[in-house]
């Protein structure tokens, strides 16, 4: 009798509970759990199967509730993981924190969808958002700490462009991520992981679009290379061999001219060597040997700008030389050149523009910031 009427109460007061679950006060409201022995907070149950939880979560979601409804997704993925809609979940997650601007959480998300489950019907859409997400962040969207935009995201964006060529090199976004990922190192000063990046295209795509923008892109890194170093005569003959490597290789290429400016700037640059050399000797009155170098300048490099400086000094030297009383050697002395100005690679390298990278026809439709 004692055990029927403790097992009446008890039902009553499930029942009670049960109630309370059902009024407005719901978010409050506990059950006592005989299978856990414990008790368990309403807000932490989750519907009986997987499909009706995913359902209460998406009519939050499409209510535009996206506190409540990120906390249903992740039921979900808790109590179902091994479920089809576990990855629908960790999908609409993302897509909440994309909407909320939070770059850093929204590509952990796309991030986790395609490690936990590759064979989803959403992995394709997973690694759209990520490329999409780190193309906004190579255009300076911040990561947000505290709720706030402080952290610069770029090398984030380099992870994911990896992330992407790691878990899916032959998908839509491949090729452009592995683009894109040289891009991104170039944008550090990383040139040796650069390099390495672009010519990846070339190895692994080399039927791609972007196999001659890699070969040109390769050039470009060794010059950039020569110009952070002090001293950069064999770099700066490594980027010409390149530049017009890629001219040989891709002679139909839309680069040829930005390649033809880049060559042009090279041998002003390798004139230019020479010719400090010259004014050197020229100002300590060695004339001699400042006319041999003049000499090498206006043959060796006859279409820079030093050249023409060059072939000046010669016809001044040689002047001095016929009449050293007529010419003086105070006149010669002030006839010395200042170097003329040189064109910076920004100038004549025109490359292309980061971040407008063109996709591939078969490419599917942005989403960024989209709602499913």
């Known amino acids: ?14 029942a009670l509970a049960w109630c309370l679950c059902l009024s407005p006060s719901a978010e409050a409201a506990w059950l006592w759990s005989p299978e856990s022995n414990d008790w368990t907070n309403v807000k932490d149950i989750a519907r009986d199967t997987p499909e009706e939880q995913f359902s209460v979560a998406k009519g939050y979601f499409d209510n535009q509730d996206m506190g409540r409804a990120e906390a249903e997704f992740e039921k979900v993925i808790r109590v179902y993981p091994n479920s089809k809609w576990a990855a629908e979940a960790q999908f609409h997650i993302g897509l909440i924190e994309e909407s909320k601007g939070d770059v850093s959480k929204a590509a952990a998300a796309f991030k986790a969808l395609v490690d936990k489950y590759p064979y989803s019907e959403r992995l394709n859409d997973a690694v759209e958002h990520e490329y999409e997400l780190a193309e906004a962040m190579m255009g300076g969207k911040k990561s947000k700490f505290l709720g706030m935009e402080i952290m610069p995201a770029q090398d984030l964006a380099a992870d994911l462009y990896r992330h992407i060529v790691r878990t899916a090199p032959y998908g839509p976004y491949g090729v452009l991520a592995q683009y894109r990922l040289g891009d991104a190192e170039m944008a550090f000063g990383n040139f040796d992981e650069a390099r390495r990046a672009y010519q990846a295209v070339i190895d692994e795509y080399p039927n791609s679009e972007y196999a001659p923008k890699a070969k040109y892109k390769i050039a470009q890194v060794t010059y950039d290379t020569a110009l ?11 980027a010409l061999q390149k530049f017009e490597g890629f001219k040989r290789a891709y002679p139909e290429s839309a680069m040829q001219f930005e390649a033809d400016d880049a060559i042009k700037e090279l041998r002003e640059k390798q004139a230019q060597s020479v010719y ?48 050293p009383e007529a010419a003086g050697r105070d006149k010669i002395l002030g006839l010395i050149p200042t170097k003329p100005p040189v064109r910076t690679s920004k100038e004549i390298i025109k490359g292309e523009e980061e971040g407008k990278v063109k996709k591939p026809a078969d490419a599917p439709k942005p989403k960024f910031l989209g709602i499913f």
């Open 276 to 323: 400090d050399v010259a004014v050197f000797y020229d100002k300590i009155e060695k004339y001699k040997s400042a006319r041999m170098y003049y000499a090498q300048v206006a043959q060796g490099f006859p279409e820079t700008m030093f050249a023409r400086e060059a072939r000046k000094r010669i016809e001044a030297i040689d002047a001095f030389d016929a009449d």
């Open 228 to 238: 952070s170093e002090q001293y950069h005569g064999e770099r700066t003959e490594e």
């Open 1 to 14: 009798m004692f055990l029927f009427k403790k097992s009446v109460s008890w039902g009553i007061f499930a």
